[in-house]
């Protein structure tokens, strides 16, 4: 059974930074594609970052320039560094894993001065 659990969401300032964590289990992250989505209130789900299995990252151009997606292989955790934030960027974080269409239960992260 996989399971993905986020952490590190709070609540920041402009212009501060966060690092989210989503701890995988059930399967390894080195060979999937990893995924961060996220859900402003009242708006829908996005897309944030891809980290395939193997191949380059990919950003939202919303994001692109401020948050980089990473992996640690063995602590099977994937990783957003999220860097001047902006009110824009409030919502709840998402990890999702794509082959096993598998979300986390999600990261609240709120800025807001």
């Known amino acids: 059974q996989v399971q993905l659990v986020e952490s590190g969401g709070g609540l920041v300032r402009p212009g501060e930074s966060l690092r989210l964590s989503c701890k995988v289990s059930?399967?390894?992250?080195?060979?999937?594609?990893m995924n961060w989505y996220r859900q402003a209130p009242g708006n829908e789900r996005e897309w944030v970052a891809t980290?395939?299995?193997?191949?380059?990252?990919d950003y939202a151009d919303s994001v692109k320039g401020r948050f980089t997606i990473s992996r640690d292989n063995i602590k099977n955790t994937v990783y957003l560094q999220m860097n001047n934030l902006q009110p824009e960027d409030t919502g709840v974080y998402y990890c999702?894993?794509?082959?096993?269409?598998?979300w986390g239960q999600g990261t609240r992260v709120t800025v807001s001065s």
């Open positions: 999702y894993m794509s082959l096993s269409d598998t």
């Open positions: 980290m395939p299995a193997g191949g380059t990252t």
């Open positions: 059930g399967r390894f992250v080195s060979v999937n594609a």
